[in-house]
């Protein structure tokens, strides 16, 4: 954990004002709060001004202390408290907090931080020489389930590679949109390659016949409180069309009919595992070729039955399966200037 100072006073502007629109919101903010808790604003105060100028200033920190009529020391203890609050000025397109806590460490942040240190800058807190990068450590950032990982303003990296971090670096310097969230084929914090455990679907009869006895017993007694219809009420009784349940297609049969010959790996394409390939395989889908040729609606009837929506687009799979078809791993490379998976 570093400590935490304000800037030298070199750097700290002369003054510090919140821009029109800051400025409606911040009052619009503080009124949300009941008459003396007008202090409970404060972080989000010093949040906004961060998001306007990009780091918290000497100045910024009186202003929201005599908005709030803090103590100026109360604000500047909130300030040098919170990590998410830059002291000083920081990279332009992306101030990296890397996780250094135990479960990140354990699972490899010190090679992240040796990324930074030769990629960005020897020091944390300095900025690269074109100023657009910085990085320092920062304890839990509470991602642990998917360590290691970094923070880069509101955003969290995870599941991360030396080799992956890299590319990411670049792709920020490039003002790339970089992926959030598991860098590897995992959603959010389920387990990496896809589900292990409840991948069976219910039996329903088995579970309505288990039901029911306790419903027709249920039901008998429902019927003996009411009274009968008689005959003339129900021959007046206006005709309600019946809606017949909509036909349920068959959620294991496959969409297609799988091509001779020996399977292809379909675990090479980025977002696949060894549970999707299965499913894949099930749905009659075991060659590159197929995903390649994928058309939009076979893209929503395979998304449907592997319950996992958009995965296909997002992760890219018809350009990845494209080049895995046309020449393997080599094409990949060529493609996607990376080995498959
Ligand atoms: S230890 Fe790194 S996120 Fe918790």
Redesign the pocket.
């Known amino acids: 954990m570093s400590v935490r100072r304000l800037a030298e006073d070199q750097v700290q502007p002369e003054g510090f004002a919140f821009n029109a629109e800051n400025q409606k919101w911040a009052e619009q903010t503080i009124a949300k709060y009941p008459e003396g808790r007008q202090q409970s604003a404060v972080i989000p105060l010093l949040m906004r001004a961060q998001d306007q100028d990009g780091w918290v200033t000497k100045r910024c920190i009186e202003h929201v202390a005599d908005m709030l009529e803090m103590p100026y020391i109360r604000v500047l203890e909130v300030a040098t408290f919170y990590t998410q609050f830059q002291l000083k000025p920081v990279g332009t397109k992306a101030h990296i907090q890397v ?1 250094g ?4 460490m354990l699972r490899g942040s010190e090679e992240l931080i040796k990324v930074c240190k030769s990629k960005i800058n020897e020091k944390p807190f300095e900025t690269n020489k074109d100023g657009t990068l910085s990085w320092e450590e920062v304890e ?5 389930v998917n ?3 970094v923070m880069v303003f509101k955003d969290t990296y995870e599941d991360l590679t030396p080799e992956r971090f890299e590319e990411m670096i670049d792709e920020f310097e490039a003002g790339k949109d970089v992926k959030t969230g598991p860098q590897i084929d995992r959603q959010f914090s389920a387990p990496e390659g896809g589900m292990i455990t409840l991948t069976e679907v219910p039996d329903r009869k088995a579970t309505i016949v288990a039901k029911a006895p306790a419903k027709k017993a249920a039901t008998k007694t429902k019927a003996a409180a009411k009274p009968k219809a008689t005959k003339q009420a129900k021959a007046e009784a206006p005709k309600v069309p019946v809606k017949k349940p909509a036909a349920k297609s068959d959620d294991k049969a496959p969409l297609f009919e799988a091509p001779a010959g020996e399977k292809d790996d379909l675990k090479l394409i980025s977002g696949v595992g060894p549970v999707l390939e299965r499913k894949l395989n099930e749905l009659g889908i075991t060659k590159f070729e197929q995903v390649a040729k994928f058309t939009k609606k076979q893209i929503a009837e395979v998304d449907d039955r592997l319950s996992f929506k958009g995965r296909i687009e997002r992760d890219d799979w018809k350009a990845q399966a494209k080049a895995l078809a046309k020449g393997g791993a080599e094409e990949y490379r060529k493609v996607f200037g990376k080995d498959p998976r």
């Open positions: 996780c806590t135990t479960p990140c839990c950032l509470g991602a642990c360590a290691p990982m």
